[in-house]
C-alpha cells in the first residue's frame, strides 16, 4: 500500500546498460520492493530493465547495502569487472591488460598476479548463464590482494612465497555480451535485436541462454574432436551448444587461443557451473599427474572428480590434446543456470580453497 509508507519524495531514473533491479535497489539503498510497489509494470525483481526506461524511486532508505564476503545480493556483469580492475589499479602483485574484444567491443581482461616463473590459467564466465563464476574469480582475487598486503595467511599458506613461484593468469569474463543478454534481456535498441530474437525464437526470457551473442557456445568451438561435437549439437545459431561453421570462429575464443599459445601454462582451470564436480581427462590425452591433482582440488572442495564428460569441443580437451598437460573443468553449483543468488555461498565456501590448491598442486 503505497499510501501508508513513509514515502517523503520520489525521483526518476533513467535506466542504464547493465542495470538490474537488484543493483538498481541495491545503489540506491532502498528494497526491491519499493522499486517494484512503485514501478507496478515490473513484475518480480527478476523482471528485465532496459537502457533508456524510466523508473520510479522512492527515497525510503535501508541503510547502506553491503554485500559480505561468500554473498551475492545482485548481478556481476561486465561493469563491475571493470569496477574491480579499477579498485586493484597499482597494486605491485597485479596488472591488468586486453587480450581481445567480444562481438559487441567489449574488452576482454587479463588478470595478471604474481612473479613466479610457473604459469597458471583460470577462466570463468563462458557460458552467458554462469556469470556466478566470474563473480567468484574476482571476489577471490579480491580476497587474495588483501590479505597478500597484510601478510596473513590465506587458509593456512603464504601468499608471498606462492606468488614468488607462481604467475596466475585469469580471464574472469570470458563472454561478457552473453552474460549481460541473461541479465538485461533483450531490447529495440540492442545492437543485435533482431539476431536475438531469431535465434531465441522470440522469447523474453534468457535464463537458458549459454552461447555469445552469435548463438554459438564458446566452449563448443575448439578444436578437439570439434567436428563430432558439431554433428551431434544444433545446426545453427542457438541459444546453447552451437558449436559454429568451423573452430575458432568468435572472437572471444580466439583471444583465448591465443593468450594459452603464447604462454606455457603448467595446467589450466576453466570455471563453469553445472554440477560440482571436476571434469579431468579428455580421450586418455591427459598426464598422468592429472589424477593426482584433481584428488588434491576434490579434498580442498566438496566437488567429485570425473574423468571425462561425453563431449568434445571444450577448451579443457583442446587444452589437454594441444598440450599434454592437465587441463580441468570446475563445475561449480547444482542446480538450473543462472543459479539463484543463496547459491553463491556454496560456490564461495567450495571454491576458496580449491583456487588456492590450483596455485599449489605443481609446485
Ligand atoms: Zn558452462
Not at 18 to 38: A, M, Q, R, Y
Not at 174 to 197: F, K, R
Request: aromatic fraction near 12%; hydrophobic fraction near 35%.
Amino acid at each position: 500500500m503505497i499510501q501508508e509508507r513513509k514515502v517523503i519524495g520520489l525521483k526518476q531514473y533513467v535506466v542504464k546498460l547493465e542495470d538490474t533491479i537488484h543493483k538498481v535497489s541495491f545503489s540506491h539503498n532502498v528494497s526491491v520492493k519499493d522499486i517494484l510497489d512503485f514501478n507496478p509494470h515490473l513484475q518480480d525483481g527478476r523482471a528485465y530493465i532496459y537502457p533508456g526506461e524510466q523508473l520510479l524511486i522512492p527515497n525510503s532508505y535501508h541503510g547502506k547495502f553491503k554485500e559480505k564476503q561468500g554473498e551475492c545480493v545482485k548481478e556481476f556483469s561486465f561493469g563491475d569487472v571493470k569496477a574491480y580492475i579499477d579498485k586493484w589499479r597499482g597494486h605491485r602483485l597485479l596488472d591488468a591488460s586486453v587480450i581481445g574484444k567480444s562481438v559487441l567491443g567489449y574488452p576482454l581482461y587479463l588478470l595478471k598476479i604474481g612473479n613466479g616463473p610457473k604459469e597458471v590459467f583460470y577462466s570463468g564466465g563462458w557460458h552467458a548463464n554462469e556469470w556466478m563464476t566470474s563473480k567468484f574469480l574476482c571476489d577471490w582475487i579480491d580476497v587474495v590482494l588483501d590479505n597478500y598486503d597484510k601478510n596473513e595467511l590465506f587458509y593456512g599458506d603464504n601468499l608471498k612465497s606462492i606468488f614468488d613461484k607462481v604467475t596466475l593468469y585469469v580471464v574472469p569474463m570470458v563472454n561478457p555480451d552473453g552474460i549481460s543478454l541473461v541479465q538485461q534481456g533483450n531490447y529495440p535498441n540492442h545492437p543485435y535485436y533482431h539476431t536475438i530474437n531469431r535465434i531465441n525464437k522470440g522469447a523474453p526470457s534468457f535464463d537458458h541462454w549459454s552461447a555469445n551473442i552469435r548463438g554459438v557456445d564458446l566452449n563448443h568451438q575448439w578444436p578437439a574432436g570439434w567436428k563430432q561435437e558439431a554433428d551431434e549439437s544444433p545446426q545453427k545459431p542457438w541459444p546453447r551448444h552451437y558449436s559454429g561453421t568451423s573452430p575458432l570462429t568468435e572472437p572471444e575464443v580466439l583471444a583465448i587461443y591465443h593468450l594459452t599459445l603464447k604462454h606455457h601454462f603448467s595446467h589450466v582451470l576453466a570455471f563453469h557451473s553445472q554440477g560440482q564436480v571436476i571434469y579431468w581427462g579428455y580421450r586418455n590425452m591427459e598426464p598422468k599427474i592429472s589424477k593426482e591433482m584433481v584428488d588434491r582440488l576434490s579434498l580442498r572442495s566438496s566437488y567429485v572428480p570425473v574423468r571425462t564428460a561425453d563431449s568434445d569441443g571444450g577448451y579443457k580437451d583442446w587444452f589437454i590434446q594441444e598440450t599434454g598437460r592437465p587441463g580441468f573443468t570446475i563445475e561449480v553449483g547444482v542446480g538450473t543456470n543462472p543459479l539463484p543468488f543463496r547459491a553463491y555461498g556454496e560456490i564461495w565456501a567450495n571454491n576458496v580453497e580449491l583456487a588456492l590448491e590450483g596455485l599449489k598442486i605443481s609446485i
